[in-house]
């Protein structure tokens, strides 16, 4: 389903039917809730600064507004503040925050919800064990070699299965969402960092 919202033309869909779009969007925001164990109590408030203002209708700039301040709150994780780096961004928290943030850009076109999620995808590279510095990353893999990828554990050799799937996933479709936004190619992403985005997607997806 996610791969058919992107079209432009999916998207004026979106906005024709605006409850498809109101339950893409509660999808979105169960993601992050249930990532984050919130459970949102009536009338649909949910943690802090996030609010559904209706399970039905067009998604409001309240509803969106409230999205993006929250997204502000959570921070990726990355080790070693957890024992297996590919579970957490399989169906783990981050994970599903990258799920919702993406599910989001596609419904708003709001740069600002696609900046947060570039910044975690960086993370989640970052964190790769061909590239992170020992004694966390740097590890040898069952392969007997420095493996590129996100270990499942915190003992040698490090384990790696198909959830890593889950973070290849995530970076391409992180770069799915900027090569689909030709107007930002040539700008850099405001989190401290000068790299245009297209040389990022280079980055990101260049071949190990």
Same mark, same amino acid.
């Given at each position: 389903m996610l791969g058919?919202?992107?079209?432009?033309?999916?998207?004026? /869909?979106?906005?024709?039917?605006?409850?498809a779009a109101k339950k893409a969007f509660l999808l979105g925001i169960g993601f992050v809730i249930a990532s984050f164990g919130i459970l949102p109590a009536p009338p649909i408030h949910a943690a802090g600064p996030m609010v559904i203002d209706s399970f039905d209708g067009p998604i409001t700039q309240n509803e969106i507004n409230?999205?993006?301040?929250?997204i502000q709150t959570l921070q990726p994780v990355v080790w070693p503040n957890t024992g297996s780096m590919q579970s957490e961004y399989a169906q783990g928290k981050?994970?599903?925050?990258?799920?919702?943030?993406?599910?989001?850009?596609?419904?708003?076109?709001?740069?600002?919800?696609?900046?947060?999620?570039?910044?975690?995808?960086? /993370?989640?590279l970052s964190q790769r064990n061909d590239i992170l510095a020992a004694p966390n990353g740097q590890r040898t893999a069952w392969t007997n070699t420095i493996a590129p990828v996100w270990p499942g554990?915190?003992?040698?050799?490090?384990?790696?299965?198909?959830a890593n799937g889950d973070s290849v996933g995530h970076l391409a479709y992180c770069a799915k969402l900027i090569l689909q936004t030709p107007s930002i190619w040539n700008t850099t992403v405001p989190n401290g960092e000068l790299i245009p985005m297209g040389q990022r997607i280079n980055s990101a997806l260049k071949p190990s």
């Open positions: 058919a919202l992107i079209s432009g033309k999916r998207l004026q /869909v979106f906005n024709q039917r605006p409850a409230s999205f993006k301040t929250y981050s994970g599903e925050a990258i799920k919702a943030m993406g599910l989001m850009y596609e419904l708003t076109q709001d740069t600002a919800i696609l900046d947060r999620m570039i910044y975690f995808c960086d /993370v989640l554990n915190t003992t040698d050799p490090a384990s790696a299965d198909s």
